[in-house]
């Protein structure tokens, strides 16, 4: 995906989400914090923002958070799940429980 297609990934804390709004619409990936643990527990993504590769923003996203504080992923999420077994570059960039 080209730089240009990249939708702003925002880290709603307050909430426990990452999330992208485009058009009244919100995508979302649920995550929990346990100790040296980021858990991804829900990822949702509109129809109407569905097959502009959201949902994968979403979930590098938390790998990202997740190896600067240098945090296990736990992807319960079976999107996040499948994401990361078809992107071993970035699954490859942090520690993975996959339970």
């Given amino acids: 995906m080209s730089e ?7 880290d709603d804390a307050e ?3 990452f999330v992208v709004r485009d058009g009244g619409h919100v ?8 100790p040296e ?4 527990v ?22 990202e958070r997740a190896a600067e504080q240098a945090r296990t ?6 999107f996040a ?4 077994h078809d992107h071993a570059d970035v699954a490859g960039t942090v520690t993975i429980d996959w339970g």
Avoid: D, F, M, S
């Avoid at 240009?4 to 925002?10: C, P, Q, S, T």
């Avoid at 643990?37 to 991804?40: G, Q, Y």
């Avoid at 992923?73 to 079976?78: D, G, R």
């Fill in 4 to 10: 240009a297609n990249k939708e702003v990934v925002l």
């Fill in 27 to 34: 995508a979302e990936l649920v995550y929990r914090v346990e």
């Fill in 37 to 40: 643990r980021l858990v991804l």
């Fill in 42 to 63: 829900h990822t949702g993504v509109p129809e109407e923002l569905g097959g502009r590769g959201i949902g994968g923003q979403l979930v590098r996203a938390a790998v």
């Fill in 73 to 78: 992923v736990v992807p319960q999420c079976e």
């Fill in 15 to 17: 909430h426990h989400r």
């Fill in 81 to 84: 799940r499948k994401w990361l």
